[in-house]
């Protein structure tokens, strides 16, 4: 989800958007949250709160519109981006300008445009990914929309895996960075191919379907192509067989390695039922899970936008 100022009050403007808590920038927080978006939340302890804005800015949902990018496009001071179409939907990567990983290791972040220019030319993972291509990793991303975890964005998602392992010569096991909604996307896709992976990276990310964005819109949210194909009813029968938190023994059984970063405030995509306890899940199955826990932050904000822990685990050996 995109980033916003920790600080913000529903009478200031949010990192310049005007966003405040129970809608962000007019849309409701659940709409918004879908698009990738963060929301407000409350300050950190012990750190002084910046100055709000003399008068709010009114919401503006075409500047929220915008920021999911149409074109592939993005600079990095260590990279050069290569445009691609999948499956008919727009995708790339980053090609490290310096020395290559001698094992052409890889990171592939979802949702996608995180890693590129928004529709606004704003890089929100800039952070990151200029850490990732200075290590030689390349970086990767496809636009699947906000399929919630849909068996269809699963198939793009490989096809997408394919194109690029080939094309580009990467390693065969992908280290997935996966945020908030791009939490049930990256699972979703994860356990189904779960020789693939290496290594998966949360931040913040939804993995139960439950509580983010529950059933009823998990059957709405998707564009048609990519959604479930199933009724309401359907799915919630069948929602074991779907929910990337219950799909999870193919990815252990695999080594797959496991890391979080959650704000213990997190009211939109919460820490318990969503990091808690797939560590938890997990680690009863064999596998390995951390959770990495940032009191006092919510669904946003530069510690996780910044995290040395993360960056180490998915660059590391």
Not at 180 to 188: C, E, H, V
Not at 199 to 218: E, K, L, Q, S
């Amino acid at each position: 989800m995109g980033r916003m100022d920790r600080n913000a009050r529903s009478t200031a403007p949010v990192d310049g958007r005007g966003c405040a808590t129970e809608t962000v920038c007019g849309w409701p927080r659940v709409l918004a949250a879908a698009l990738g978006l963060s929301v407000v939340f409350l300050p950190l302890a012990g750190r002084a709160q910046e100055k709000p804005a003399a008068q709010p800015v009114t919401p503006n949902a075409e500047y929220i519109r915008k920021l999911i990018p149409e074109r592939i496009e993005g600079t990095y001071t260590s990279g050069r981006l290569v445009a691609l179409e999948v499956a008919g939907r727009n995708a790339y990567v980053v090609e490290p300008t310096g020395t290559v990983d001698p094992r052409r290791r890889w990171i592939w972040i979802f949702p996608f445009w995180l890693g590129i220019h928004d529709g606004h030319g704003q890089l929100h993972h800039r952070w990151y990914v200029e850490r990732y291509l200075k290590a030689g990793f390349h970086v990767a991303g496809i636009d699947v929309g906000t399929s919630c975890g849909s068996p269809a964005g699963a198939r793009v998602s490989g096809q997408f895996y394919e194109q690029v392992q080939r094309q580009f010569r990467l390693h065969e096991r992908a280290r997935l960075v996966v945020q908030s909604n791009g939490g049930l996307i990256g699972y979703a896709w994860a356990s189904r191919q779960p020789e693939r992976v290496g290594r998966i990276g949360g931040i913040c990310p939804a993995t139960d379907f439950w509580t983010w964005p529950g059933p009823y819109n998990v059957i709405q949210f998707p564009t048609r192509g990519l959604d479930y194909g199933l009724t309401y009813d359907e799915l919630v029968r069948n929602s074991s067989q779907y929910n990337p938190i219950d799909r999870l023994e193919p990815l252990a059984r695999q080594g797959v390695r496991i890391l979080h970063i959650h704000g213990d405030r997190d009211d939109l995509v919460p820490l318990g039922p969503n990091s808690t306890e797939l560590s938890r899940r997990y680690r009863r199955l064999g596998g390995r899970a951390e959770v990495v826990v940032i009191p006092g932050l919510g669904h946003g904000g530069t510690p996780l936008y910044e995290s040395q822990p993360l960056v180490d685990f998915l660059l590391g050996d």
